[in-house]
Nanobody, 123 residues
Framework: QVQLVESGGGLVQAGGSLRLSCATS????????MGWFRQAPGKEREFVSA????????YYADSVKGRFTISRDNAKNTVFLRMNSLKPEDTAVYYC????????????????WGQGTQVTVSS
């Protein structure tokens, strides 16, 4: 059974930092694109960041560019999201995704999703 388990969320003050982790099991994702989406209360789910299997230039939503950094450890089947200079508008449930099925990394469908981890940024 494939599982994606996020961790590292929590409550932080504006300007603070958090590091999200997504540990996977059940199969290797070393050949797959992995990434993060988020969904704030009352809003649609939105793309945050993605990274190709071999690394390379990562993808970021404009709203997080320059503040968030995605990375991966293929040996550990884990993807990370370092979030700096957090803002109240970053408050959301953050979901890890893996293996792009179709479309672009920004809007495409992914085969696998985690259950999400809550990030709350207080002002």
């Amino acid at each position: 059974q494939v599982q994606l388990v996020e961790s590292g969320g929590g409550l932080v003050q504006a300007g603070g930092s958090l590091r999200l982790s997504c540990a996977t099991s059940g199969r290797s994702f070393s050949s797959d694109t992995m990434g993060w989406f988020r969904q704030a209360p009352g809003k649609e789910r939105e793309f945050v960041s993605a990274i190709r299997p071999s690394g390379g230039t990562p993808y970021y939503a404009d709203s997080v560019k320059g503040r968030f950094t995605i990375s991966r450890d293929n040996a550990k089947n884990t993807v990370f999201l370092r979030m700096n200079s957090l803002k109240p508008e970053d408050t959301a449930v953050y979901y890890c995704v893996a293996r792009l099925r179709s479309g672009s990394v920004y809007t495409g469908e992914y085969y696998y999703w985690g259950q999400g981890t809550q990030v709350t940024v207080s002002s």
